[in-house]
Every structure is written in structure tokens, then in C-alpha cells.
């Protein structure tokens, strides 16, 4: 008779329900399609609904599961209620939500706007505090449930140039930890995911630089940028049963950034 190692399937996420925003490129996608690779359906949240509604049917395609995006700006309210909505109707549950939607915008503090300050915390902090605060309830209802935030090294590490982004992602990474503590009662794991230098759209107008290349070959123990397919191990183990006595962590994917 054959025999099954004890735990294999805590990795298995088939029948739950996953919200993903900024889910149409990058790391949203990437760790999308790392959630459907396991069996887990899947909303893309991002602006654009075309985007959207390609990457969910590359999804749906490529791994059988139901794929589906609803175009949302995550900083309005009501927007986000609507998207929980959205996943209710078409899901009847949300087990799992990431956090993934985020912006960066550069500059040494005195050549920066107070709009590009208040951009950045408005997307990448009132964004994901909004998100949780629309599907909470619903977890808090069925007594679990997994939220990723997604903070980043930067939100551990200071780095000069960034001082927008740096305050949201820690920012992030606070709001973790006061929302594991709060929604421990209810079975509901909160953890965030802190990457290091992957080669998204975002970093793509810095990375051919000569000044930047130094930078990650030097920061990072690897000498390189992370790949995308790189972080879905990661959203996989926090969003299954595997990561279940884990709650406020921040699980550093970065290259050995933060080793150094």
C-alpha cells in the first residue's frame, strides 16, 4: 500500500478562494498564478480592467482553476467593499487575500512633492488598510482565514532616495503585526511578505543603470535581481495551512539582503 509523508497536502489550497490585488502584473500576478499552480481560484484587483481580464484568463488556462479581475481603485472605500462583493457573489467565501498593489516614486526628500509623499502612503498604506478592513468581516464571520501583506526589505532597511516609500512599507509591516494580534482570536493568520529586489515593471526604469546594478550585485549575497517565479513559494507556504501557526511574521525574500 502505498504511503503519503505526513503534511504533503498542507500545501494544497484547492477549493479556496483568493483575492490578489495589484494582480495583473509583477508579483500580484506572479503569486496569483503560484496560488491557482495549487489549486486555489483566484480575483485579480488591479485599475485597468483589460489587464485584469487577461492575466485572470492566462490563469484560468494555464491551471484550471477560475481565474477571474475586477477593475478597482483600492484607495477609495467603496471600491474596496464592491471588490469583496464582487468575490462573495462569484466565490461564496474569501479564504485567502493579498495585499500585493503598490507604487514607488524616487527622489532625495527636498526634490520630492508633498502630492508624491501622500500618493504613495495613500496606495501602498490607506490601500491595504482598506482591503483588510473590507474582508476582515468576512473571515471574522467564518473564524479564519490568511492575509499577505506585502511589505519589502525597504520596509526593514533604510535606503537613501526613498523616503516615500520606505515609510509606507513600514508602515506595512506595523499594520501586520496590530492586525495579527487583533484577528488572532478569530483564526485568522496575518503575515507579510518582504521582498528584495525583483525585476518588476516598477524597477524596470532603474535597472540598466550602471549605478543601480552595482547597488543589487552588492546588496544582495545572491549578486542579483529576484525572478518573478521566485516569490510564489513564499505566498503559497502563508497562504496555506502550512504557515499555520505563524502570524505576524515578515518573511524576508530578498536575496540575502538583509543577512548583509
Not at 490578489?20 to 503569486?31: D, E, N, P, R, V
Not at 488591479?46 to 490563469?59: L, P, S, Y
Not at 468576512?138 to 501583506?149: D, E, F, L, V, Y
Amino acid at each position: 500500500m502505498k504511503k503519503t509523508l505526513p503534511g504533503i497536502e498542507l500545501f494544497d489550497l484547492s477549493n479556496k478562494k483568493a483575492i490578489i490585488t495589484g494582480g495583473s502584473k509583477g508579483l500580484g500576478l506572479a503569486m496569483a498564478a503560484g496560488l491557482a499552480s495549487s489549486g486555489a481560484d483566484v480575483l485579480l484587483v488591479n485599475r485597468n480592467k483589460e489587464d485584469g481580464e487577461k492575466g485572470a484568463a492566462a490563469i484560468s488556462e494555464a491551471f484550471g482553476v477560475n481565474g477571474l479581475s475586477f477593475a478597482a481603485d483600492i484607495t477609495q472605500e467603496e471600491q474596496t467593499k464592491e471588490m469583496t462583493a464582487y468575490a462573495l457573489d462569484k466565490f461564496g467565501k474569501i479564504d485567502i487575500l493579498i495585499n500585493s498593489a503598490g507604487i514607488n516614486i524616487r527622489g532625495g526628500i527636498e526634490a520630492l512633492s508633498l502630492e508624491a509623499f501622500n500618493q504613495v502612503m495613500s496606495v501602498n498604506v490607506t490601500g491595504t488598510w482598506l482591503c483588510n478592513r473590507a474582508v476582515v468581516p468576512h473571515m471574522k464571520a467564518q473564524k479564519a482565514g490568511k492575509i499577505i501583506n506585502l511589505a519589502s526589505t525597504l520596509g526593514l532597511v533604510g535606503l537613501a532616495d526613498r523616503t516615500p516609500y520606505t515609510s509606507s512599507k513600514g508602515a506595512v509591516v506595523q499594520m501586520t503585526r496590530a492586525l495579527a494580534i487583533e484577528l488572532a482570536p478569530f483564526s485568522i493568520n496575518v503575515n507579510a511578505i518582504c521582498p528584495g529586489p525583483f525585476l518588476t515593471e516598477m524597477n524596470i526604469p532603474v535597472a540598466d543603470h550602471p549605478a543601480t546594478r552595482d547597488f543589487i550585485i552588492g546588496a544582495t549575497a545572491f549578486g542579483r535581481w529576484g525572478e518573478l517565479k521566485e516569490i510564489q513559494g513564499a505566498a503559497i507556504f502563508l497562504a496555506s495551512e502550512a504557515s499555520s501557526y505563524m502570524t505576524g511574521s515578515m518573511l524576508t525574500v530578498d536575496g540575502g539582503w538583509t543577512a548583509k
